[in-house]
């Protein structure tokens, strides 16, 4: 744990996938790899600044009050009553923007857990929601907690009610893992949810409803087969396919390679597979990535357990 004493915390902060097909908004995971890197440190000058930003190819603005490190770590301190304290932010972003990998969600985590350790852990991970919420919503004015939510706890989180950031950790079973293939394009969130229905019909309510009781239950009682005929999306998969070149082709051979369910990671343009096995995992990522490389577009893949751990600390002195 750190301490007071302690003059500097490095944390890092993982990827996650939201929505996880039928449970938009209100479900994600964290994978292993890509994630951020925030670094922490106490400063003779007080008040909390940004000294740093790397890999973001100098996109991202370095005020404290436009940043989502740094909303989500100043309405901490704030709320501590330590706005005053000299601390320093360092962000090292190692994963693209609109990527559909909550990519300002990492930060906005990473910024309030690495503020929160450095001053000697006052507030539970739990206890971060809300200003890791603030920061993520700084980025995009939406106020969903399914990026943020596993990013901070780690796992497969299930979000009760946005309003009232009322979350809790799923239990997964023990060889599921995730294929998750970044194709090279950008799809900026608030697009991907302006071209969302306003309205949906009941039948279709009915249906999202059926699979993600589907998917939790069989999550919870790790049966692969429930989980298999639960990940469907009949809201927002059909609306933003469009925005992904091949994303059937892509979804049929990763369903042929053996993905348990395949769909898009949050607003994409990144796509999942849940699978059984790391081995099918890997021929899954394979073959997607086959396909994106056909069309031609560069993508990156990354082959993960569900990360339990969500943001921590890797390095304090
Ligand atoms: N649930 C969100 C969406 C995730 O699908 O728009 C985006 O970060």
Redesign the pocket.
Known sequence: MAKESQKEVRVFAPATV??VACG??VLGFAIEEPGDEIVARFSGKPGLRIVAITGDEGKLPTAVEKNTAGVAAADLLKHLGMSDRGIELEIHKKMPFGSGL?SSAASAVGGAFAVNRLIGEPLTKKQLLPFAMAGEASADGAW?A??VGPCLLGGMVFIRSNQELDIAQLPVPENLWAAVVHPDIEIL?KV??EILPKEIPLENATQQIGNLGGLLCGLMRGDYELISRSIHDVV?EPRRQKLIPDFYRAKRDALGAGALGFSIS??GPSVFALCEGEDVAKRVAAEVSRVFSEVPLGNQLYVSRINPLGVHEISAQ
């Open positions: 939201a929505n938009y908004d909550g969903h399914d990026n969130t991907a949810r927002a949050g607003a």
